[in-house]
C-alpha cells in the first residue's frame, strides 16, 4: 500500500496529534462545565479558567501543525517517488515541536504568556516553533530538488511552508502599540490559515482525489489551482474585516 519506507515518519506525527486533540477536548468540556455549574472556589481555583482556555485555543493550532506537517511527509516520497530526505530530521522536528508545545503549556500554568489568543505561546519559545518550520520546510524542499520529478502538488506542498515560515515572523515581535500589534496578530492568524494551511490542506486533498478517483490528474490539478487562487485572494481580502 505504501511503497516508500520514510511515509512512515507521518504515523507518530499523526497519534501525537491525536493524544493533544483529546487534551484540548478536555480542556473544552472543563471551560465549558465552568459555564454550565456554580463550582466552589476551590475547585475553580486548582486549574483557572483562563489557563484551562489558553491550553484549548492553543492546542488546536500545534495539533494541526502536527496533521499537515505528518501528512505532507506522507504524501511526497509518493509525489516525489523517492524517499525522505532525511527520516532523522523528520523525527527531530517532531521532538523539537511536542517538546515546545508541552513546554508552552506548562509555561501557561505559571502565567507565562503573551496574552495573544491563539498565539499565547512565549517569545522564547516561538524560536523553536519557527526551528521545527524550517526543519520541516528544508526537509520537504530537499526530497523534492534531489528527486526533480516536480508536480503541481509537490509544488504547492512546498508553497505551504515557505508562507507558513515567512507568515509566522510577523508575529514575533511585540509592539507597543496594540493596535499595531494585533494588526500583524491578524497576520499570522488570517494570513497562515488562508496563505499557508490551505496549500498544504489543499494540496493533500488533491492528492486523496487523485488515489481514490480515476479522475486525470491535470484535471485534479486545474482545480486546485482555482482552490488556493481563491483561498489566497480571499484570505487577503478577508483580513480586512479585522482593520476595524
Ligand atoms: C467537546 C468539545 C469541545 C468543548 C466542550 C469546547 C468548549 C469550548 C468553550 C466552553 C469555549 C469558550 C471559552 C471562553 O468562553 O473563553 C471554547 C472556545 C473555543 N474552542 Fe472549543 N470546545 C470543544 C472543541 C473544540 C474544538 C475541536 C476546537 C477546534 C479544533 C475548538 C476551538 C475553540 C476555539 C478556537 C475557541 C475560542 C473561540 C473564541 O474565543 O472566539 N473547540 N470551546
Ligand atoms: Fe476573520
Not at 124 to 140: Q, S
Not at 142 to 169: D, E, H, R, S
Amino acid at each position: 500500500m505504501n511503497p516508500y519506507k520514510s511515509q512512515r515518519v507521518a504515523y507518530p506525527y499523526f497519534v501525537v496529534a491525536l493524544l493533544l486533540f483529546v487534551l484540548q477536548v478536555l480542556m473544552g468540556l472543563w471551560l465549558a462545565i465552568n459555564y454550565a455549574f456554580t463550582l466552589p472556589q476551590s475547585l475553580i481555583d486548582i486549574f483557572p479558567f483562563s489557563t484551562a482556555r489558553a491550553f484549548h485555543t492553543n492546542l488546536p493550532v500545534l495539533w494541526m501543525l502536527l496533521c499537515f506537517m505528518g501528512g505532507t511527509y506522507f504524501v511526497v516520497p509518493e509525489e516525489s517517488k523517492s524517499e525522505l530526505y532525511s527520516t532523522k530530521l523528520a523525527y527531530l522536528q517532531l521532538i523539537i515541536l511536542v517538546g515546545t508545545g508541552v513546554a508552552a503549556l506548562v509555561s501557561f500554568l505559571f502565567g507565562w504568556t503573551q496574552g495573544k489568543p491563539l498565539l499565547d505561546i512565549p517569545f522564547e519559545l516561538d524560536l523553536l516553533i519557527v526551528a521545527g518550520a524550517l526543519i520541516f520546510l528544508f526537509n520537504v524542499a530537499a526530497t523534492m530538488i534531489k528527486a526533480k520529478n516536480w508536480t503541481m502538488i509537490q509544488g504547492t506542498l512546498l508553497g505551504g511552508p515557505v508562507m507558513l515560515a515567512l507568515l509566522y515572523l510577523f508575529g514575533l515581535p511585540f509592539y507597543k502599540n496594540l493596535s499595531i500589534d494585533w494588526y500583524y496578530w491578524w497576520w499570522v492568524i488570517h494570513l497562515w490559515v488562508e496563505g499557508a494551511w490551505e496549500l498544504v490542506t489543499g494540496a493533500i486533498i488533491a492528492w486523496i482525489l487523485l488515489r481514490i478517483t480515476g479522475v486525470p490528474r491535470g484535471v485534479v490539478e486545474k482545480w486546485l489551482y482555482v482552490e488556493i487562487g481563491l483561498f489566497l485572494f480571499t484570505g487577503i481580502a478577508g483580513t480586512g474585516h479585522h482593520y476595524y
